[in-house]
């Protein structure tokens, strides 16, 4: 598959890489990929971002932080949150207390490979594991790329994925504007494939 990524879809799984090497965590996330995507210019998926309203630094900063803020919870979505809240459990009084007993950010998971969708998986680098969810957003991007009859894995795919699947990215994405439906409709006028 990754033959089939442009030059511009590479530099997200490197950026990705390189996002989790910073936050010191051993399994490349979907949210790292975000991320690396938030750092692209003059690509298909930075002009989607940015069309989408995505193009200051605070808004990029704000999306880091909708990042940041999942991962504290142990990589749990609102949706997630609500869900324990019906069911009368305080997620935050959990990560309070978590905290307080062992340290700040202690449910992030850091460098030990807990989190979100951690499971065995691939390497990119052959240093770096991909998550599960990592790996199945590299998959979602080949089925929209055949969907749209590209012969190859853009970044705008990459983009595409993470908004077509649940869970944090496209949560915190969707809360600054940046939907499925967004970004198809800036790529490709609103159809659901292009002809060829």
């Known amino acids: 598959m990754f033959e089939r990524f442009t030059k511009d879809a590479r530099a997200v799984v490197t950026g990705a890489v ?25 690509s298909r998926g930075s002009f989607a971002l940015s ?10 900063e704000s999306v880091a ?4 803020d999942a991962r504290r919870r142990g990589g749990l979505s609102r949706a997630d949150a609500d869900a324990l809240s019906g069911l009368g459990i305080d997620l935050t009084e959990i990560v ?3 905290e307080e007993a062992h340290g700040a950010g202690a449910l992030a998971g850091g460098g ?21 969810a990592a790996r199945n957003l590299l998959t979602e991007s080949l089925r929209i790329a055949v969907a749209h009859r590209d012969r190859h894995i853009g970044d705008e795919h ?3 994925a993470l908004t077509a699947r649940p869970g944090v990215p496209a949560e915190v994405l969707a809360d ?8 198809r409709r800036v790529l490709w006028g609103g159809g659901t494939a292009r002809a060829s």
Do not use: I, K, P, Y
Request: glycine letters at 18%; charged letters at 25%; a positive charge.
């Open 51 to 60: 069309s989408l309203g995505l193009a200051d630094q605070g808004r990029r």
């Open 112 to 132: 030990n490979g807990s989190g979100n969708g951690s499971g065995s998986g691939g390497r990119w680098s052959g240093r770096h594991a991909f998550s599960r």
């Open 158 to 160: 990459l983009l595409l």
């Open 65 to 68: 932080r909708g990042l940041a």
């Open 96 to 98: 309070s207390r978590v």
């Open 18 to 42: 390189e996002h989790c090497e910073r936050s010191g965590e051993s399994r490349v996330e979907d949210a790292h990929m975000l991320l690396a995507l938030l750092d692209r210019e003059g």
């Open 176 to 183: 600054h504007g940046v939907t499925h439906d967004g970004v």
